[in-house]
Nanobody
């Protein structure tokens, strides 16, 4: 059984930084595609970044490029999202999601940010950026 557990959210001022973490249990970690999503009040859940832990291929949406960095520590079965230069519009519940392979193809075919691709979701962690 796959479990996805996020941690690390919190409250930060505009321009500050936070790192959220996601631990994925289950099968061989490198076979998973992992993504971070976020959902602000009254808005749809949006995929913001994806990673293939097997080869560190990554994807970002335009609004977070240059500010957010996704990475993985395969030994710890953990994916991180380092968020710098945070803005009030980044305020949301951040979710981690995982799906068993092929992780690189999910990114190269442009579908890794789609909600429907993922089978396993964490409970979410709140990130609040004050102005």
């Amino acid at each position: 059984q796959v479990q996805v557990v996020e941690s690390g959210g919190g409250l930060v001022q505009t321009g500050g930084s936070l790192r959220v973490s996601c631990v994925v249990s289950g099968r061989t970690f490198s076979n998973y595609g992992v993504a971070w999503f976020r959902q602000a009040p009254g808005k749809e859940r949006e995929g913001i970044s994806c990673i293939s832990p097997s080869n560190s291929v990554t994807h970002y949406i335009d609004s977070v490029k240059g500010r957010f960095t996704i990475s993985s520590d395969n030994g710890k079965r953990t994916v991180y999202l380092q968020m710098n230069n945070l803005k009030p519009e980044d305020t949301a519940v951040y979710y981690c999601a995982a799906v068993s392979g092929p992780p690189t193809e999910l990114i190269t075919t442009g579908i890794c940010s789609a909600v429907g691709v993922y089978e396993n979701w964490g409970q979410g962690t709140q990130v609040t950026v004050s102005s």
